[in-house]
């Protein structure tokens, strides 16, 4: 395929913001040394479900009353506050990974409602989940509209074994080199973008009316289940077993990402995440927070 089609199809696949972000991004942030000093990426304990959850989108179950949420949402660039409030949780049980967010909005919109719409033009939440040689990207509307990639470091392709898989076919694979970060010690990826992770289940929950502003919203709730199976590509690397045993640490991140910005002296990227990444750009695993599994119970009643 030609360079000019795959670089259209990477601005198609690219959001708007995220390359004008990429163009008005400040100096320093340019000029930084590689993002994420380790001691500054969070680190999260996730607990075991007792039973599996239903994944309707209200997290009104006594698990998500629970169980260990994020600190409030930072600016990415920055760290700085937010105007609004988000925060994730992440439990698991032998067959799924489940996440959840609270999105605090008080004019919830949403437009996109087709599976890999470019949901990114849209206010959304994102989750991304690393291997050692390549990493998933999962994008989530009001609408419960979902977009998806999935990213296989360059260098690894043909030493990991993808190359030999007829799903990951060179073919129906996109050369993709980040977002504000381009100089990746690894080099560019190959991404998958019409990958769907298999048995994912997904679920909104909407504490208002979308697309009308003549009232108040409170904000929406997502709830995620992720088969540990579909995990497989991610897992083959380094042969994690699936599920996690005890101390087994995965890298994740999340984030959410609006079309409007706090009104100035604030310094709103309009990118908004659980640690900082201090560039624009999602695509870095090396800044994605530390997960480590326990098989301790998130307590069953309520506190």
């Not at 660039?77 to 967010?101: E, K």
């Not at 008080?106 to 949901?119: E, G, L, R």
């Not at 392709?157 to 690894?186: D, I, M, W």
Request: proline residues 8%.
């Amino acid at each position: 395929m030609g360079g000019v089609v795959l670089t259209a199809l990477l601005l198609s696949a690219m959001p708007a913001w995220m390359q004008a972000a990429d163009e008005a991004r400040p100096a320093a942030a340019t000029k930084s040394k590689f993002p994420c000093p380790p001691e500054e990426v969070a680190r999260y304990t996730a607990l075991k479900v007792r039973e599996p959850i239903v994944i309707d989108g209200r997290l009104d179950e006594a698990v998500w009353k629970n169980a260990p949420r994020s600190p409030r949402f930072v600016d990415i660039l920055s760290g700085g506050p937010t105007i609004h409030d988000t925060h994730a949780m992440v439990v698991w049980d032998d067959t799924n990974l489940y996440v959840a967010y609270r999105i605090e909005e008080p004019f919830v919109h949403a437009k996109f409602t087709k599976h890999n719409d470019p949901i990114y033009y849209d206010n959304d939440v994102e989750f991304f989940i690393a291997g050692r040689d390549a990493y998933y990207e999962f994008e989530i509307n009001a609408y419960n509209t979902v977009y998806e990639v999935f990213f296989i470091w360059e260098e690894a392709y043909v030493k990991s074994g993808f190359a030999q898989a007829p799903e990951f076919a060179r073919k129906n694979l996109v050369p993709f080199n980040g977002v504000g970060f381009t100089t990746h010690p690894r080099g560019g990826r190959l991404g998958h973008f019409n990958w769907t992770f298999p048995g994912m289940r997904t679920a909104v929950q909407i504490d208002g009316t979308v697309n009308k502003d003549d009232d108040r919203d409170r904000g929406w709730t997502v709830e995620l289940a992720f088969p540990w199976k579909g995990l497989e590509w991610l897992a083959k690397a380094d042969e994690r077993p699936l599920p996690p045993r005890e101390g087994d640490v995965w890298r994740m991140d999340f984030s959410r990402f609006n079309t409007y910005k706090e009104a100035p002296p604030a310094k709103d990227s309009s990118g908004w995440v659980w640690t900082r990444h201090g560039i624009w750009d999602s695509h870095i695993p090396e800044c994605f927070v530390h997960v480590n599994f326990s098989t301790n119970t998130v307590p069953a009643t309520a506190k």
